[in-house]
């Protein structure tokens, strides 16, 4: 008998509902299981991407080493939605919102928790990891 | 060198849900500019079919509409760039045509979105941004524009009364739209009402005011070279400049939040190509899928200063008599945004208007017309400057 080849699916775990199941930057699933939120650097050529990325545009090289999305932000803009997508209705309110790290952005939610009235542009944020509701895992911004 | 000329537009009407199929919404806009252009089929060389993908079951369309439309055996073919796929359409056209390989190429412009259910449809327009790292967190088009809205608002003052404006503007011409899906007065006062539907929140800051709707259409555009056009047409509409642009789908791969590089980019081309500048344009058609993002195109294109596009709403610079009038045929605000039909609907008006042949909403002797088409969250920008 053969034996089934086992995938490594584990993007499906990243966001709300998730659309990509198989990616190289798989690990970032595992790594926020770790209570971490990591990016991605060119060894090469030392480039920072986020979102982490397996390979290089600008040197084409596909040789990565993972950072941590560590230390402080600023809020760039964000907006929160009174209409969900499909798949996304249980959440709501929620806030999407961009922090610019300075080398690289990241793009995700405010922490629920986070009074409205305490949002402003410009803000200092950090990254943390987060457990939704239904067991998936992503990342949202809190007051730094 | 050699010009290309545009012989022939149409549009269907625009509609919550059409009541046929795809091929038969395809044949509405087809016919008219048909007509317009006094072409029969055996005359179109070749036809470009443009949508976003995703709404339709039917796979492949161009082949469908190619036998539907009477244009086998000519080479047909299918293009996207979401919501700007038709002007994308039409630079390839002009390429076509260009290069001399095709005289006279259709550019066919389509989307039936009541194939599938509003929140459905957000659902898929959201994943026009990136799938892998944003769409997980719950995006759609408007919350992303509305991004762009709280930084132009934080950044220059722009105001809510600002947008709601612009929805004043637009309304005030789709009521003269026969095509248009949205045709009832809009006032002002509206958005201050916590009871009306306008003043209803979305994506904050932005409204039920301030987004357009969904909708089911098809457009068409006949391309000619200067040789066929001169031949077969009186009234031919010289496309003078195409400019294009692309930028990071992810927004964290961006740096400007108050406006849409693409845009800026596409218009320098096309200003570029065409020799002119945003002085010269006496008539604009703006992708204002959202009141913020025709706020943005005023500044992008340069008819305003950054930060200084609110003077022209406030001013009514924008409106038929303005300076500079923008989207007097009502825009997607007021047309309905049936995605791959768009670009072709605001090329259509622009053609009119450089014909004289725009009815109620003519503008007073244009010369260079401008189209500003973007493809989902300023991802892709499109810029035409056609002349007469």
């Known amino acids: 008998m053969s034996k089934v080849k086992e995938v490594d699916d584990r993007f499906k775990k990243f966001g709300t509902v998730s659309f990509t199941a198989i990616t190289k930057t ?9 209570n971490k939120v990591m990016g991605t650097r060119c060894k090469d050529c030392g480039m920072d991407f986020f979102p ?29 939605l009174e209409y969900a997508p499909i798949g996304f209705e249980e959440d709501l309110p929620y806030c999407i919102a961009l922090v610019d790290y300075g080398d690289y952005k990241v793009f995700g939610r405010i922490a629920g928790n986070l009074p409205e009235d305490e949002i402003r542009v410009g803000m200092a944020m950090q990254t943390i990891v987060n457990t939704l509701p239904n067991g998936q895992l992503n990342y949202v911004f809190t007051k730094a | 060198m050699s010009k290309v000329a545009i012989i022939g537009v149409g549009q269907s009407t625009f509609v919550r849900s059409y009541p046929g199929s795809i091929r038969e919404l395809v044949f509405e806009g087809f016919k008219e500019a048909m007509q317009d252009a006094q072409l029969s089929t055996g005359d179109i060389d070749a036809s470009v079919i443009c949508s976003a993908p995703e709404y339709d079951k039917q796979r492949s369309p161009a082949g469908v509409f190619a036998e539907y439309l009477g244009l086998n055996p000519q080479p047909t073919f299918y293009v996207e760039t ?22 006279t190429v259709a550019v066919i412009g389509f989307q039936k979105m009541s194939e599938i259910s509003s929140s459905e449809s957000q659902e898929r327009m959201g994943r026009g941004a990136d799938i892998q790292w944003e769409s997980p967190f719950g995006t759609m088009m408007p919350a992303y524009y509305a991004m762009y809205a709280k930084a132009h608002m934080e950044k220059y003052g722009t105001t809510l009364d600002d947008l709601a404006l612009i929805r004043v503007k637009a309304a005030t011409y789709g009521q003269l739209n026969e095509k248009a899906v949205y045709r009832k007065p809009v006032e002002f006062e509206m958005f201050s009402d916590p009871e009306n539907r306008m003043a209803g929140p979305v994506a904050d800051p932005l409204r039920v005011g301030d987004c357009c709707a969904n909708a089911d259409g098809s457009s068409c555009v006949i391309v000619a070279s200067e040789e066929k056009a001169k ?7 010289w496309i003078l400049g195409v400019g294009a642009a692309s930028t990071s789908v ?18 320098q081309q096309a200003y570029d190509m065409a020799g ?13 899928c959202f009141t913020i993002a025709e706020m943005m195109a005023y500044e992008n294109l340069g008819f305003a200063k950054p930060g200084e596009g609110r003077e022209l709403i406030r001013n009514k610079e924008t409106y038929q008599q303005g300076r500079i009038p923008v989207n ?3 825009g997607l605000l007021s047309k309905g945004h049936p995605i791959g039909a768009t670009g072709g609907s605001q090329i259509r008006t622009i053609v009119l208007q ?34 007469r």
């Open chain 1, 26 to 34: 798989n690990d970032f699933v595992g790594y926020l299981e770790d």
């Open chain 1, 52 to 80: 982490p990325r397996a390979d290089c545009h600008q040197c084409f090289a596909s040789n990565m080493q993972w950072f941590e999305v560590s230390g402080k932000g600023k809020l760039v803009t964000y907006s929160k």
């Open chain 2, 82 to 103: 979401l919501c700007s796929s038709s002007s994308t359409g039409l630079k390839l056209a002009y390429s076509l045509v260009k290069a001399g390989l095709h005289d």
């Open chain 2, 231 to 237: 031949s077969i047409s009186n009234k031919p509409v």
């Open chain 2, 250 to 267: 992810n927004l964290a791969g961006r740096d400007l939040f108050t406006g849409l590089t693409v845009a800026e980019q596409a218009a």
């Open chain 2, 276 to 288: 002119v500048g945003p002085q010269d344009i006496d008539v604009a058609e703006v992708h204002d």
């Open chain 2, 328 to 330: 007097v045929d009502g």
């Open chain 2, 354 to 387: 450089l014909r004289d042949e725009a009815a109620d909403i003519q503008v007073k002797n244009p010369e260079i017309g401008l189209v500003h088409n973007i493809g989902g969250v300023g991802l892709y920008g499109n810029v035409t400057i056609l002349g």
